[in-house]
């Protein structure tokens, strides 16, 4: 009996250290994708989040930072065969990530954006399909996720896009604004590289209200 014990707890400690040094390797690849994406080695930020996903497959972060890296890049694009693959492959890996974790607002919030870089580079063509698929996103993510500072940015940023599209005054959405600063003050979350962006671009949108 001892030694079954003794087995056992030999067992459990190898399980944990190997748990360890996987969750080690996940942090030390997770840091070293930021910090290319920091230094604008877009294809190989997205390429290491690509083969961090592959050893993550239950870990929505890594396909989610996958699409978040070629979505940004997206933006101010003008060869629409090269926006066309990175914006499919950020639909693809966002894909995989809903799939991990459904009703995830910080996912709906990606998704919007990506819809956004297509309305950026041909309004007249994705506008009027894209805008209203973004209004149901961003409804969406403020019922599941009503004090999550990104959603309440996010929400507020379109609204007053389009509010500017029609020709009306934005300055009812700058209260939102502020809300979503209150709420970054007081975001906390557990989980490692979840998303933290947002504030930085709050605190810009607020200073243009004023």
Do not use: H
């Not at 961003?138 to 389009?162: H, I």
């Not at 604004?177 to 933290?196: G, H, I, M, N």
């Amino acid at each position: 009996m001892k030694k079954l014990i003794t087995l056992l707890l030999l067992i459990g400690a190898s399980v944990a250290q190997v748990q360890a040094q996987a969750k080690d390797q996940y942090t030390k690849g997770m840091e070293k994708a930021f910090e290319l994406w920091e230094n604008q080695k877009i294809v190989e930020a997205s390429n290491l989040f690509e083969r961090i996903a592959t050893a993550e497959p239950d870990n929505w972060l890594p396909y989610y930072y996958v699409s978040q890296v070629n979505t940004v890049v997206s933006f101010g694009e003008k060869d629409e065969e090269k926006l066309s693959k990175q914006l499919e492959k950020a639909k693809e890996f966002l894909d995989v990530a809903k799939a991990i974790s459904p009703d995830n607002a910080e996912i709906l919030i990606q998704e919007a954006l990506m819809n956004t870089a297509w309305i950026a580079f041909d309004g007249a063509t994705y506008g009027m399909t894209m805008s209203q698929k973004n209004v149901q996103l961003y409804q969406k993510a403020l019922e599941l996720d009503p004090n999550n500072p990104r959603v309440v940015l996010s929400k507020a940023e379109w609204d007053m896009g389009a509010a500017r599209y029609f020709g009306k005054d934005t300055a009812s959405y700058c209260k939102d604004v502020e809300r979503a600063l209150e709420l970054f003050a007081t975001f906390k979350t557990d989980t490692p590289f979840y998303p933290s962006w947002g504030k930085e671009r709050a605190e810009q949108v607020l200073a243009a209200c004023k």
